[in-house]
């Protein structure tokens, strides 16, 4: 059976990509191009690339982690969320994020179906100076690494087919209304206010809260305690995560200029000061200064100061990565891992994370830095309302990600097994899943 469907989805885009300048209504070239910005559209490529390799490097950051067994099957998740996210951003998910309102909540793909009208011509709205293409792949690449940042909670037990039909559900219908309710100028996050730079609720928390439902609805592995198997791999992860970060919220700026300087300051500050604050922590705690811990600890900066990096001083930055670090690092020691198996944390780090990182954009935020956030500034200004409605989206976003995704994971599974046989699990994902081993 699933040979034919597979089939039948190659056949059905072959056809379809064919024949598409007959069924797609064409949107005409304005008669005069946009004159774009040589030196913005340079960054806003090289940006791009920038995120792309954030999800290999995140492989590398999650295949470190786990058993030996395992390593082959879980960073192939990552690099399988280039294949497919990629695909179907052009085809309909594009649209569906940042199409024509449809109440707020969600695009309309009608118009932008294969990218049609999305060109070199055109521009966005709120990115004029880039075309429009360049802004549309850049926005693929954020889709790409958000379910694979899932992927870590279930971890060396889940079969990989199931996997991927629960990533295209998961695109879809989670993370096409979150970006089109956080950015798109008639969201309804955006209209009321909420601030999101680039990322905390559309990338981390609801990566965070899937992570969660997935770990409850698959339930624990046979054997929770492993031996990493290449901390080497975590560290080289987190040095290409770190890196393509600059990309990630600089690149958010959507040009080269001073909001992109300021980006690529805050990350680089927020990250350090976490990855120190993890550390000594540990050692507080009775803890080794560890490798694992250092690298876990600069990641959780780069998420916390992702939806703020646009909006807060240098050292604002530095303590949202200090808080960030204490806050998850907590997290993670009093997680209940005995009767949740979030295999790598996912939820402590990325969700957590992200709800800080959320939370205290509303208390820094500074139109001294960024004048967009207007005089609805941060609540250490004297202002509460950016706050309140910080707190509002986080509570929206994390039971709509919640609920959505424990039940996408409960249709998933009717449709086709999530997790692998107990044989299976024992013999490895690598071998059971892939026929292939190191």
């Not at 395992?70 to 399988?80: A, E, G, P, R, Y």
């Not at 996210?85 to 994020?97: E, N, P, Q, S, Y």
């Not at 449809?102 to 055109?122: A, D, H, K, M, R």
């Not at 700026?253 to 604050?277: E, H, K, Y």
């Amino acid at each position: 059976m699933r040979k034919i469907i597979l089939s039948v989805i190659l056949i059905t885009i072959l056809v379809l990509t064919f024949i598409s300048n007959f069924i797609i209504a064409d949107n005409p070239i304005p008669a005069e191009a946009v004159k774009f910005d040589t030196g913005d559209t340079a960054w806003m490529i090289v940006a791009t690339a920038f995120v792309l390799l954030m999800t290999p490097g995140l492989g590398f950051f999650y295949g470190g982690m786990v058993g030996k067994k395992n390593v082959i099957s879980t960073m192939l998740q990552s690099f399988m969320a280039m294949v497919i996210v990629t695909i179907l951003w052009t085809v309909v998910a594009f649209g569906l994020a940042f199409g024509p309102t449809i109440g707020g909540i969600i695009g309309n793909p009608s118009y932008n179906l294969f990218f049609e009208g999305v060109g070199t011509n055109t521009a966005w709205s709120l990115a004029p100076t880039i075309p429009f293409i360049l802004f549309a792949l850049f926005q693929a690449k954020f889709a790409i690494i958000t379910p694979a940042l899932i992927t870590g909670a279930f971890a060396e037990r889940v079969r990989f087919w199931a996997y991927l039909l629960f990533m295209v559900l998961f695109i879809l219908f989670i993370y096409t209304p979150l970006a089109h309710m956080t950015w798109h100028p008639d969201g309804v996050f955006f209209k009321m206010g909420v601030l999101d730079f680039a990322g905390g609720t559309v990338v981390h928390m609801s990566a965070g809260w899937a992570a969660l439902a997935g770990a409850i609805f698959l339930g624990k592995r046979k054997v929770q305690k492993v031996n990493p198997a290449r901390i080497t791999y975590v560290l080289l992860g987190t040095g290409l995560l770190w890196f393509g970060w600059f990309g990630f919220n600089a690149g958010s700026a959507l040009g080269a200029n001073g909001l992109a300087a300021q980006a690529l300051g805050t990350t680089t500050v927020a990250a350090a000061a976490a990855a120190m604050a993890w550390v000594f922590l540990d050692k507080i705690l009775g803890h080794k200064l560890s490798a694992l811990g250092a690298c876990i600890g600069a990641v959780v900066g780069l998420v916390a100061i992702t939806p703020a990096a646009g909006f807060v001083s240098i050292s604002h930055a530095i303590f949202i990565g200090l808080f960030s670090a204490i806050v998850s690092n907590l997290v993670v020691s009093k997680f209940p891992k005995g009767k949740i198996d979030d295999a790598l944390d996912v939820f402590a780090c990325h969700g957590v994370g992200g709800m800080v990182g959320m939370l205290l954009t509303g208390v820094f935020a500074s139109k001294a830095i960024n004048p967009a956030v207007g005089d609805n500034q941060g609540l250490i200004f004297g202002t509460p309302t950016l706050f309140i409605n910080q707190l509002t989206a986080l509570v929206v976003v994390s039971i709509f990600a919640f609920v959505a995704s424990y039940a996408l994971f409960f249709i998933v599974n009717k449709i086709t097994p999530l997790r692998v046989t107990e044989e299976k699990e024992d013999l490895g994902l690598d071998i059971s899943q892939h026929g292939e081993f190191l």
